[in-house]
C-alpha cells in the first residue's frame, strides 16, 4: 500500500500553501482564510468518487468510524452485527459507543456473511458493519437489502479499500454511512485522516455537530457564535491533511491503474500454477491491495507460505494475523461474559471462531504496494509458483 512513497513536489506546494498563508486550521477565522477552505475540497472531491450527498473529513478512520455509529443514533447497550475479519478499530468504535459488538460468520470471499448477519440480529440489534478487507468488497446487496428488512442501518467499514467498488459504485458510498481512512497504510495517506459519507441530512448533521465538540458550523459567525447540537468530542482534520487529501485523490486512478496491474500478473502466474484465488463478489472493483490464495487445507497454505518465503517474497496466512483477526485480540477478554446493562454479552472466545478459522486459516495474502518495480512483482511471481509446487 501506498504510504507516503506516491509523494511528489505536488503534496511540497499543497502543504506549503497551507503553512505560507497560516491557516492549518479548519474552522473560523473566516475573514482571514480569504475563502479558502482545503478540507472542504477534500471533502468534495471524496463526494465526487463515491456520489454521496455529503462527506465529511475527519482525524481518523477510526473517528470516522466512533462519529457514523454515533450519527446513526448507536446507544449505551445496543448492539452491532460485524466480522471477525477486519482491523480492531471497527469493534472499538462500537465499544466507544458503550455498545456490544456480534461476530458473524464469514463468506467465501473472507467478509461477513449475511446471513449468518441476520441469524444474530436481536431487539437490541442497532446497525450492521460489514467490512471491505483487503482490497475486497463485502456483499452490498445482501446487507442493503438485509438492512432494509430490519429497518437496520448499514455502516460500510470501507477504511482499507479507498478506490475500490461494487458492481460499479464507490465502497464507503453505498451503505447508510461508509468509512475511508488514509493512515499510513493505506491506498492513499495524508499523515491520519478518514472520510464519512452519507445521503442523509439529519445523519450528516448530528455526525458534523458530533465531530467538533457539537459546533453547528456556520460561516456567517465566528466559532464562539456558533450554536451546539449537544455534545462532541475533537475528531477534527487539518488543512494540512486537507491539502494533502486533495492531492492525495487526485492521483487515486494512477494508483489504482498501478495495484491492478500487479495484481494481475501474481494472480495470472497462480493460476496457471493450479491456484484458486480469494473468490469475489465484484473482481473488477477490487482495489487490488493484495494477492490472496485459498489453499485446500491449513497444512498446504503453511507448505506454500514455507515454500514461497524460501522462494524470496513472504506472504501472510491471515488466521495468524493478529491485526485483522477478532480471534486473537485479548481485548475482547474486558468485555467477554459481562453483564452488560442487563444482557450477558458473548464469550468471544477463540473457540467461537471456528468458522471464520476454517477459512482464514488456508488464506495467504501479499501484500502490494503502488510503486512495485518489475523485480519485486517477479519475486513474488516466482515465491507463487514455488508455492503451488510445494503445496498442491
Ligand atoms: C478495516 C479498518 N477499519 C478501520 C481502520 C482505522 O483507520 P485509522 O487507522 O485511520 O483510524 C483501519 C485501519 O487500519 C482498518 O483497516
Known amino acids: ?73 448507536v446507544k449505551p447497550g445496543d448492539e452491532v452485527i460485524t466480522s471477525p475479519f477486519t482491523f480492531i478499530a471497527t469493534v472499538e468504535a462500537i465499544v466507544a459507543c458503550d455498545a456490544v459488538p456480534l461476530f458473524g460468520e ?37 446487507f442493503t437489502a438485509l ?17 475500490g467498488t ?53 460561516k456567517e459567525h465566528d466559532r464562539g457564535a456558533e450554536g451546539k447540537f449537544g455534545f462532541g468530542v475533537n475528531f477534527r482534520i487539518s488543512e494540512l491533511q486537507g491539502a494533502l487529501g486533495v492531492v492525495a485523490l487526485s492521483k487515486l486512478p494512477a494508483a489504482l491503474a498501478s495495484l491492478r496491474a500487479e495484481k494481475k500478473k501474481i494472480m495470472d502466474a497462480g493460476r496457471a500454477a493450479g491456484l484458486a484465488p480469494r473468490p469475489s463478489h465484484d473482481e473488477a472493483g477490487d482495489s487490488a491491495t493484495h494477492a490472496i490464495f485459498m489453499l485446500p487445507t491449513a497444512s498446504a497454505a503453511k507448505k506454500f507460505q514455507a515454500a514461497a518465503k524460501e522462494a524470496g517474497a513472504g506472504c501472510a496466512i491471515i488466521g495468524e494475523n493478529t491485526w485483522h483477526y477478532a480471534k486473537h485480540w485479548e481485548a475482547l477478554a474486558a468485555i467477554g461474559e459481562k453483564e452488560y446493562f442487563g444482557n450477558k454479552t458473548p464469550s468471544y472466545a477463540p473457540e467461537s471462531f471456528a468458522q471464520a478459522d476454517e477459512k482464514l486459516s488456508r488464506a495467504t495474502a501479499f501484500t502490494l504496494n503502488v510503486k512495485m518495480g518489475e523485480e519485486e512483482i517477479n519475486k513474488i511471481v516466482r515465491a507463487v509458483e514455488a508455492g503451488a509446487k510445494a503445496a498442491l
Open 147 to 163: 438492512g432494509r428488512k430490519y429497518k437496520l442501518p448499514v455502516v460500510e467499514d470501507a477504511c482499507e479499500v479507498v478506490g
Open 1 to 73: 500500500m501506498a504510504g507516503t512513497e506516491i509523494f511528489d513536489d505536488d503534496e511540497i506546494r499543497a502543504a506549503a500553501d497551507v503553512i505560507r498563508r497560516r491557516m492549518i486550521h479548519r474552522y473560523g477565522s473566516h475573514e482571514q482564510r480569504g475563502g479558502v477552505y482545503r478540507a472542504e475540497e477534500f471533502e468534495a472531491a471524496a463526494k465526487k468518487i463515491t456520489g454521496s450527498r455529503y462527506a465529511l473529513a475527519l482525524s481518523s478512520g477510526t473517528a470516522a468510524l466512533i462519529t457514523a455509529l454515533k450519527g446513526v443514533g
Open 166 to 218: 461494487y458492481k460499479g459504485r464507490a465502497l464507503g458510498g453505498i451503505g447508510d454511512c461508509g468509512a475511508w481512512s488514509f493512515d499510513p497504510n493505506k491506498t492513499l495517506t495524508v499523515g491520519e485522516g478518514g472520510m464519512l459519507f452519507t445521503d442523509d441530512r439529519d445523519v450528516w448533521f448530528a455526525m458534523d455537530c458530533y465531530h467538533d465538540h457539537g459546533h453547528i458550523h456556520s
Open 106 to 142: 464469514i463468506d467465501e470471499t473472507l467478509s461477513l456473511s449475511a446471513a449468518s448477519a441476520e441469524k444474530l440480529i436481536t431487539p437490541r440489534t442497532r446497525a450492521l458493519m460489514p467490512v471491505h478487507m483487503f482490497g475486497a468488497a463485502a456483499d452490498m446487496d445482501s
